[in-house]
């Protein structure tokens, strides 16, 4: 049996999804980065940080991006937008571009 879901049924399920594993991040800023909010887990690790001035958003690709993909199979374009549309939902980030990244992996603030 083949069941077909339309792509905002995919955006809904992936941001449920996000919701429910990372829609409770916190909010820091640091005095080292003064353009920067980083979006911490409860242990402090940073798995999304914001660059205000360009506006751009790294996720953490171990954390959060990869977990995304294997899980939903989905496409780097598919990912980016329900990236883009959960951080615009769930922590108010508007017209940001979502990007993976490592350079914070591990990393607490």
Known sequence: MDIQVNREQVFRVVIKWLNKHYGNLTPKTHKDYPN??????????????????????????EGIWSKVESIFHLSLRENRAIMSAWLEE????????????????????
């Open 36 to 61: 920067k909010v980083f979006y911490v887990n409860s242990g402090s690790y940073i798995m999304i940080e914001h660059n205000q001035e360009t506006n751009r958003v790294w996720i953490d690709r």
């Open 90 to 109: 769930t922590y108010k980030l508007e017209g940001v571009m979502p990007l993976e990244d490592t350079s914070w992996q591990g990393h607490t603030i």
